[in-house]
């Protein structure tokens, strides 16, 4: 199965300011890799899929790079909405896997 | 408007059985491939199971295959998760999710349902 290791496991932000999530995969998963948003007591949400292709809908400060085993979601000015927890997700091969998540608390 | 609707949990005893069910709505139903997606109490997700727009096709990750079917009707619009032989790991919010269009990504959610397995 691919590994997905997500880092760091929390980070603390501070609004407006401009934040980087990483995600690693233990085997190539070229750029089948997804990211989906989860706030409280909510469903998940998909932000970028195929690692860099924006969603309809999603806040243009949201962006996503990498290919192969490296990946990264930014944020580019974060705001108080965005205090959830991000997962990354690999559609390369079955089983299917998610990372287990950053969550993004307050400073 | 695409509307998810996950029904049918509960708490079921184990080695006991459990059908979910998920209307969707909103838009062609036949068209897309659709999963499940569970996620324990306070842990991460994981994936279940998906199946082929028509059917023929379905996949499970290790530890449900032989015990899981997913099924669909397509021209009730519904899917659903068969669960038999239920362990106390099987315990999660199982989200009924609709599949891009051009691989495994999960653009659609529903609102979840709770399966609790517990004597």
């Known amino acids: 199965d691919v590994v997905l290791t997500q880092s760091p496991a929390t980070l603390s932000v501070t609004p407006g300011e401009r934040i980087s999530l990483s995600c690693r995969a233990s085997?190539?998963?070229?750029?089948?890799l997804h990211w989906y948003q989860q706030k409280p007591n909510e469903s998940p949400r998909l932000l970028i899929k195929?690692?860099?292709q924006s969603i309809s809908g999603i806040p243009s400060r949201f962006s996503g790079s990498g290919s192969g085993t490296d990946f990264t979601l930014s944020i580019n000015g974060v705001e108080l909405e965005d205090l959830s927890i991000y997962y990354c997700?690999?559609?390369?091969?079955?089983?299917?896997?998610f990372g287990a998540g950053t969550k993004l608390e307050l400073k | 408007e695409v509307q998810l609707v996950e029904s049918g949990g509960g708490l079921v005893q184990p080695g006991r059985s459990m059908k979910l069910s998920c209307a969707a709505s909103g838009f062609t139903f036949n068209n897309y491939d659709m999963a499940w997606v569970c996620q324990a109490p306070k842990k991460g997700l994981e994936w279940v199971a998906t199946?082929?727009?028509?059917?023929?096709?379905?996949y499970y990750r290790d530890s449900v295959k032989g015990r899981f079917t997913i099924s669909r009707d397509n021209a009730k619009s519904t899917l659903y998760l068969q669960m038999d032989s239920l362990r106390s790991e099987d315990t999660a919010t199982y989200y009924c999710?609709?599949?891009?269009?051009?691989?495994?990504?999960?653009?659609?959610w529903g609102q979840g349902v709770m399966v609790t397995v517990s004597s």
């Open positions: 997700q690999q559609g390369n091969s079955l089983p299917y896997t």
């Open positions: 199946i082929s727009y028509d059917g023929s096709s379905t």
């Open positions: 085997e190539s998963v070229d750029t089948y």
């Open positions: 195929y690692a860099s």
């Open positions: 999710a609709r599949q891009g269009t051009m691989g495994p990504t999960w653009d659609y």
